[in-house]
């Protein structure tokens, strides 16, 4: 089973703890991001990974050369343009022949939700792509109907709504990403020729034909880091969670 990390933002809103190093490496109760979410995905029976770079690209290298972790994790690399997440998932295409699916993960994410279960949802659903979602406040909602499917999205900052007119009803919950999702191989052959871009633009954009199926989960620990006064809230969180 194999992965990929997201870990080449920029990390401003961690700044100035990002001004000298990548927001992967940034630490929390003594592991780093990065750390934190390749061992977590090891734990799920992940057994391959690739992580893209870009900003102190090569502080990551070096971080993954000195681990030695127990599976394969290789480096897309970015230095020269950062691609989104969308073109970072595409410049890897590479690394996901065959047909098996596989996870995505941003490395700010840290959360105790059952990998196994997101993986088996998507399996059922035969779906292209499955979003983890959650019940919390944020600024940028994915609108989701009765069938768990991706049917739009909300954006309040803006005001701005996108909606997959054959796929939305009445009843469609708003709902946050978490930044975790499984992946279909498929994907690859609906990626546009453009190297940057959004893989949740995508998503709306294959919705009106294809299923993107989302899976809640409202259980347990999930916190997104990505602020610097998140540090204090996030470490104590993780005592309480691990007691």
């Not at 939700?113 to 983890?132: F, G, K, M, P, V």
């Not at 994915?142 to 054959?166: D, F, M, P, S």
Request: net charge negative; hydrophobic share 40%; proline share 2%.
């Amino acid at each position: 089973m194999k992965a990929m990390i997201f870990a080449a933002g920029l990390g401003t809103r961690l700044k100035p703890l990002t001004d000298h190093c990548p927001k992967a490496l940034v630490k929390v109760g003594g592991s780093c991001l990065l750390e934190r979410c390749i061992l977590n995905l090891i734990s799920f029976g992940v057994d391959e990974i690739v992580i893209n770079i870009h900003y102190f690209g090569e502080q990551i290298i070096q971080f993954v050369e000195e681990k030695h972790f127990d599976v394969p994790v290789l480096i897309s690399d970015e230095r020269q343009q950062l691609l989104d997440t969308g073109g970072g998932l595409k410049h890897a295409q590479h690394f996901f022949a065959g047909n098996e699916p596989f996870f995505v993960h941003n490395v700010d994410i840290i959360s105790n939700i059952n990998l196994t279960e997101l993986y088996n949802a998507h399996q059922q659903s035969r779906a292209i792509a499955t979003l983890a979602v959650r019940d919390r406040q944020t600024s940028r909602y994915l609108l989701v109907n009765e069938n768990n499917e991706l049917c739009g999205r909300v954006n309040l900052k803006n005001n701005q709504e996108t909606i997959v007119q054959n796929k939305f009803t009445e009843n469609n919950k708003r709902l946050a990403f978490s930044g975790i999702q499984v992946v279909s191989p498929e994907i690859f052959r609906y990626m546009p020729a453009t190297d940057v871009f959004s893989i949740v633009d995508l998503y709306l954009q294959l919705a009106e034909k294809k299923k993107v199926s989302t899976f809640q989960h409202q259980y347990g620990f999930w916190m997104d880091m990505g602020k610097i006064e998140d540090i204090a809230l996030l470490e104590q969180k993780l005592k309480d969670w691990q007691q």
